[in-house]
């Protein structure tokens, strides 16, 4: 059972900021004791750069780095560790593909699909690509409820058949939105891919997903998992790219510099073997050895606990806005699947004033088109308020939301 009362105790920020009703988690999550604990234990005793010291300090930071390294593995079901890549980030997990293997694979005419529903991160790097190798990019569309159009039983017309062809070089999607809070059917997406296209490459962007479910990518059978520490209680400025070995294997590296290489000549360049092959100049040593501790704070909560309670709470809050707002709120996104997030608009009321009437309350929401303008302009709608769920919330906060809404829509409307 998640307790948030106990947990919030776990997060100094609550502390220090007493009245804190904190409904932005899936814009960045917030950060416990034991993550910062770890962050200064690494400056304050072992502050050395990685694999460059013969002495104990170096040795140190390097065995707590790698140590990151193994857990991820393991959090995420790989085969092997060397599978596991340290970014920035999910946005630069994306980059990475997109230039060290998309450039190499996607040719003339060839074809690069995505969805409507992704994250700009996950839009972006595939539509620029395309403009570049002079590809096709497709775009999945959704329908009126959030779901992508060649998810069975929709009743649309579409199906994968219609989208993945021979030509198909990469397929990327999201695991869950952002706004909507989907969760694509990614196992059934991606086997039924492969059998349309064996030589498809899945690329997942796990963002939203790896803080509120179980992501198995041998089970997903993807090609490229990419997500973000700080949305998942680690450090801002660390995140991973999963790809299966003979696909790293297979691409160019991504930047050239120290710790890369195997041998530098004159004539030529020999490269480093996988991960390192992939991790030019120095990382962000303290993020990287603290995120193993935001993974097993997860793994201690246990996902069934972190999904029973996040479930709650959306379900509860968008009852209780309906409720009170009736035909005065749109909510968008699936009604039947409850992910962490609830995502919505005030009738006449734009979001970036709710959101900021919210922040005299000490409400923190999202107000914006959250990296997703092709997904609004499906909505016909330029931005969106986003109230998202974790383990430190509880009713009170749907409480504190709802009478923020309020004071907010009577302000609005008699101004
Ligand atoms: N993909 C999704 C679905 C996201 O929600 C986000 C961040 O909001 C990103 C990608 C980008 O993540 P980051 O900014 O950590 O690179």
Redesign the pocket.
Known sequence: MIDPKIIKKEFPVFKNNSNLVYLDS???SLTPQIVIHKLVEYYENYPANIKRGIYSLSERATAEFEETRKVIASFINAKNKKEVIFT???????NLVAYSLGRKIVNENDEVVVSVL?????FVPWQVLAQEMGAVFKVIDINDEGILTIVKDNSSEVSLDDVITKKTKILAL?????VLGTVNPLKEIIKKARQINPHIVVVV????AVAHRQVDVQDLDCDFL??????MFGP?GA?ILWGKEQRLEEMFPFQYGGEMIEQVKIEKTTFAKLPEKFEAGTPSIADVTAFKEAVKLIQKLGFSNIQKHEKDLVKKARAQLLHIFGKDINIYGPQNEFSSIVTFNLKGLHPHDVASLLNDKHVCIRAGH??TMPLHTRFGIPASCRASFSIYNNEDDIEALIKGLLTARKLLTHA
Do not use: L, P, V, W
Request: hydrophobic share 25%; glycine share 6%; aromatic share 6%.
């Open positions: 899936a814009n960045t920035r980030g999910t946005t630069e997990s994306i992704e994250h700009h991160s996950n999201a695991y869950i939105s952002n962007d796990a963002a939203q990419a997500f973000s520490a700080h949305k801002k995140g959250h990296c």
